[in-house]
């Protein structure tokens, strides 16, 4: 038997026990402090800090609670609200806002920049992504997007310009990579509008919503 257990059982359970019962009592005094909880106290917030920080909304939010305004901006009183926008623009079945149909309609007319100094290079070019099992492939079209996008909001950071050669799932989307960059932040909300991506049917494609 190896030292320092004696040969004894009952012995040994005793010291055993005994051992468990010092190792308790001196957690409890402090001495084996990493066990104890961590007190570490919240940082005095700063008296002068009036704002407080918003979490980022979702793309159908700001629409509704009028959080973009700054009521302290002296032309506040004169800028349109949300609501009254709201009115007066498609929705789509969900109730927000149909910005592709807005386009279309030519309720809103984007700028290319602070002047409109140069019209949309808008490119003609859709590109059917199939990893997708069984849901319908997704039809990415380049028209919609570049009418009021220009191509460096997408190629290189957010994707290489290269059909297939992007490594996109719905979780990284969902996390707000590739499409989710901008889907479920300013364009339209993923769930419960899967086939507005997942246009392309195929034949294992099971149409379930
Ligand atoms: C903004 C566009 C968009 C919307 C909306 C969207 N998806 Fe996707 N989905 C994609 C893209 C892009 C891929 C990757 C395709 C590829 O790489 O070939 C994908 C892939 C998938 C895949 C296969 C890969 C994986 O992640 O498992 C499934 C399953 C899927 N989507 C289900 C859904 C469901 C269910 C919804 C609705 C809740 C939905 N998608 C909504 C764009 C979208
Ligand atoms: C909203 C995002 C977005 C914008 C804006 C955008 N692209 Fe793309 N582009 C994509 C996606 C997504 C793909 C497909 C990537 C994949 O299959 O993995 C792609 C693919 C491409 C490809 C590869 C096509 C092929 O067959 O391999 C080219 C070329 C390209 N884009 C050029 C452009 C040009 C030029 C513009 C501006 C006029 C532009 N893109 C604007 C998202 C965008
Ligand atoms: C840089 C921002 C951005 C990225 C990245 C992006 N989109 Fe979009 N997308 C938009 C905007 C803005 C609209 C128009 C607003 C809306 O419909 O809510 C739009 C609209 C769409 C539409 C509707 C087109 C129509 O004609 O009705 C589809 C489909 C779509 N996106 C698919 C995708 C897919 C699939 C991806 C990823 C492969 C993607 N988008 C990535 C910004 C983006």
């Not at 409890?28 to 940082?43: D, L, N």
């Not at 007066?88 to 969900?94: F, T």
């Not at 990579?177 to 509008?193: E, P």
Request: proline fraction near 8%; glycine fraction near 4%.
């Amino acid at each position: 038997m190896p030292f320092p257990f004696p040969p004894m059982p009952r012995l040994r359970q005793f010291i055993f026990l005994l051992l468990t019962c010092l190792l308790v009592l001196s957690m409890q005094k402090g001495a084996y402090s990493q066990f104890r909880k961590a007190q570490i106290e919240p940082p005095a917030r700063e008296a002068e800090a009036e704002e407080e920080v918003q979490a980022p909304m979702t793309a159908d939010e700001g629409a509704d609670k009028n959080r973009f305004y700054d009521p302290r901006n002296p032309d506040h009183a004169t800028l349109q609200k949300g609501e009254e926008m709201r009115t007066q623009l498609p929705l789509d079945k969900r109730g927000a806002v149909d910005w592709m149909a807005a386009l279309r309609s030519g309720a809103i007319k984007p700028r290319t920049d602070l002047t409109n100094s140069k019209p949309h290079q808008v490119l003609n070019l859709d590109i059917i992504l199939k990893n997708t099992k069984e849901m319908p492939w997704v039809r990415f079209p380049h028209n919609s997007h570049t009418e009021w996008l220009a191509c460096s909001n997408c190629h290189d950071s957010i994707f290489v310009p290269k059909a297939g050669a992007n490594e996109i799932s719905m979780e990284k989307i969902f996390r707000g990579q590739f499409c989710g960059v901008c889907h479920d932040r300013v364009a339209f909300v993923t769930h419960n509008s899967c086939e507005r991506c997942h246009s392309v049917p195929h034949a294992n494609s099971k149409q379930w919503w």
